[in-house]
């Protein structure tokens, strides 16, 4: 049980595109998704929240113009990465929890390539 | 903000040795969890603690939430050439007024390589 898809697993696109990229919790609801970015040899740094019919919680730093966050129902979330430029380029991740303190699932990551 | 400081940053054992990494934290955690990372992949769950004084195992693992709620530690014993990963320990506070919505803060991860 606990199972988080993401999709696509990779995507390799010219400066200047807006990538989507979809995070799906396949056996349980999500009220809660989160959205991570990873670098080479890094740990995890937190994005945002995302919470179903509400807008999401950004941390510190992250332009939320530039990565928009959608999470329209409780087995889907959506990131876009507007207007992407080869600083972009990283490993995004996405987690999901059935509840707000449940650990978090995570999905496979989705490794972003800008030329 | 909080910090976790994982160590060690890295180990390299041989095959059927055991394992151990910890983190601490510089303030209490509600919630201790343990994941492995494989290259690629996204981290998965290995052991979640909820409790100060937890002892957990999950097969060859075991992990105990530290009293003091800032504290933790990984062991893996007996290791095999499949537990090389990246470990993260990844703390949760619940705060009281519910706006954390569960965040988790990582610690840098402990890179493991087993030689057979």
């Known amino acids: 049980g606990a199972v988080v898809s993401q999709h696509p697993s990779r995507v390799i696109c010219k400066s200047g595109t807006s990538v989507k990229i979809e995070c799906r919790s396949l056996d349980f609801q999500a009220t809660t998704m989160f959205w991570y970015r990873q670098f080479p040899k890094q740990s995890l740094m937190l994005m945002a929240t995302?919470?179903?019919?509400?807008?999401?919680?950004?941390e510190q730093g992250v332009e939320k113009d530039k990565f928009l966050i959608n999470h329209a129902s409780l087995t889907l979330s959506t990131l876009t990465v507007t207007s992407a430029h080869p600083e972009d380029s990283s490993f995004y991740i996405c987690?999901?929890?059935?509840?707000?303190?449940?650990?978090?699932?995570f999905g496979d990551g989705t490794r972003l390539s800008i030329l | 903000g909080q910090q976790l400081n994982q160590s060690p940053q890295s180990m390299f054992i041989q095959e059927g040795e055991d394992v151990s990494m910890n983190c601490t934290s510089s303030?209490?955690?509600?919630?201790w969890l343990w994941y492995k990372q494989d290259p690629g992949e996204g981290p998965v769950l290995l052991i979640a603690?909820?409790?100060?004084?937890e002892l957990t195992s999950n097969g060859r693992l075991t992990a105990q939430f530290g009293i003091t709620r800032k504290d933790s530690f990984l062991n893996i014993s007996a290791s095999i050439p499949s537990d090389v990963g990246i470990y993260f320990c990844a703390g949760q506070l619940r705060d009281a007024g519910g706006t954390s919505y569960g965040k988790l803060t990582f610690g840098q991860g402990t890179i493991l390589t087993v030689h057979p």
């Open positions: 603690l909820y409790k100060a004084g």
């Open positions: 987690s999901a929890s059935t509840g707000a303190f449940q650990p978090q699932h």
């Open positions: 995302s919470n179903e019919g509400s807008k999401a919680t950004y």
């Open positions: 303030s209490i955690f509600n919630t």
